[in-house]
């Protein structure tokens, strides 16, 4: 039997799907016995998937447009 | 952003023999009734007597707050692999330019696929093709001024580290040998461009993302309590991504990166490490306490209603 802190050390692991089969039978066992672990399981899961949903991020027109400025520059003066 | 799809589905964990994606593990017990208490729906008597063995030997309070005992071990060991030989950051604008941009030879571990025309724009650009090039700024300036911003805090600065990453890029294009994706060589580039920034301004330390900060408390669990099912529905769009903004932008630098390489921008663990010079195992550590200080920060608003933290304990 897994103790609490031996969950928390494979979390990243077990939710990346990086643990060997072994292992994951461990931890699966484990949040079947133990409230506490699933709900922090559960809902750090749902965290990693609520942030995969974020919109793409724009950056604004202006600082765009002096990026573009900036290696057009470069670009002049250092031809490939 | 689909919130109902991450927060529903009809099992948690493959080969689970006990689900409690839809019902949350067993409901919070009184002082009188402490012994055995039914699992909500199911039927199943939960032992609960069984478990603190297990759980109240791991967790306990102290200063108010829920601590996982764990947390010395944990960080024990996460000391020992940070002290495991993690490469210095590049400190200068030679290793910036040079040494970081030259290091890309490296095989790159699988991760999210490059869109295919990628390796054509690359050699397009490196023939001169300015055009191509605008294509692959085009394509990722949003996420490097996004990390630019993470890193630096600041506006100004992260749009300066945004034009010197992709000046650099240009400049340095012939040294890209195409075993890492783009995006993971200009993130390196960008990574050493906004620390140099960050010395700028605190001259008087040195900054790198894989320093030692320690402290425990980053590993605290302050709240423990299963999550609503549909939590969106309690709030508006603007008021999810301000939720969301508002979480990230409250962990340290390191944390806030390796998490939006890894969890947002969808990078391997391993490139995210080949990125800001990690190694794998500091990249793990660092994105375990992201994850759960963003889980803890996230429960306060997306908890199941009426369900007290703590209420497993």
Request: hydrophobic content about 45%.
């Given at each position: 039997m897994l103790t609490c802190k031996q969950f928390l050390t494979e979390l990243t692991d077990f939710?990346?799907?990086k643990t060997t089969s072994e292992i994951r039978g461990k931890l699966e066992r484990h949040i079947t016995e133990c409230p506490n672990c699933w709900v922090i399981c559960d809902t750090t899961k749902k965290t990693i998937q609520v942030y995969k949903g974020m919109?793409?991020?724009?950056?604004?027109?202006?600082?765009?447009?002096?990026?573009?400025?900036?290696?057009?520059?470069?670009?002049?003066?250092?031809?490939? | 952003m689909n919130l109902a799809a991450a927060t529903s589905g009809s099992g948690y964990l493959p080969g689970s023999t006990r689900d409690w994606s839809t019902t949350g593990p067993p409901l919070s017990r009184s002082s009188a009734d402490s012994a055995v208490r039914p699992l909500t729906g199911g039927g199943t008597v939960f032992p609960f007597r069984t478990m603190p063995q297990t759980a109240a030997s791991a967790w306990t309070w102290e200063n108010g707050a829920l601590r996982d005992m764990a947390t010395d071990t944990v960080a024990a060991?996460?000391?020992?692999?940070?002290?495991?030989?993690?490469?210095?950051?590049?400190?200068?604008?030679?290793?910036s330019g040079g040494?970081?941009?030259a290091e890309v030879s490296r095989v790159a571990a699988p991760g999210s696929e490059a869109p295919s025309d990628e390796l054509d724009l690359i050699a397009r650009a490196r023939a001169g093709?300015?055009?191509?090039?605008?294509?692959?700024?085009?394509?990722?300036?949003?996420?490097?001024?996004?990390?630019?911003?993470?890193?630096t805090q600041n506006r100004e600065d992260a749009e300066?580290?945004?034009?010197?990453?992709?000046?650099?890029?240009?400049?340095?294009l012939d040294q890209f040998q195409g075993n890492s994706k783009f995006y993971t060589w200009a993130v390196r580039i960008a990574v050493n461009?906004?620390?140099?920034?960050?010395?700028?301004?605190?001259?008087d330390r040195t900054i790198s993302l894989d320093e030692q900060i320690d402290t425990g408390e980053d590993m605290v669990i302050r709240e423990v309590a299963a999550w609503d099912p549909d939590p969106e529905q309690r709030y508006s769009r603007d008021e999810i991504n301000g939720i969301l903004t508002e979480a990230i932008d409250g962990l340290l630098p390191i944390y806030r990166t390796v998490f939006t390489l890894r969890d947002v921008d969808g990078l391997s663990t391993?490139?995210?490490?080949?990125?800001?010079?990690?190694?794998?195992?500091?990249?793990?550590?660092r994105l375990l306490r992201a994850r759960l200080q963003l889980r803890d920060k996230l429960t306060r608003f997306f908890k199941r209603k009426g369900d007290d933290a703590f209420a497993y304990m």
């Open positions: 939710l990346d799907e919109e793409s991020c724009t950056i604004p027109p202006d600082v765009h447009a002096r990026l573009m400025a900036a290696v057009e520059r470069k670009m002049a003066s250092c031809k490939k | 060991a996460f000391a020992a692999d940070a002290d495991a030989q993690e490469p210095e950051a590049p400190d200068d604008e030679v290793s040494t970081a941009v093709d300015g055009a191509a090039f605008s294509i692959l700024i085009g394509r990722y300036e949003g996420k490097i001024f996004r990390l630019a911003m993470n890193i300066d580290v945004l034009q010197e990453a992709f000046v650099k890029a240009w400049e340095h461009q906004a620390l140099m920034k960050l010395r700028k301004r605190k001259s391993e490139e995210t490490a080949e990125a800001l010079d990690l190694t794998v195992p500091a990249v793990k550590s």
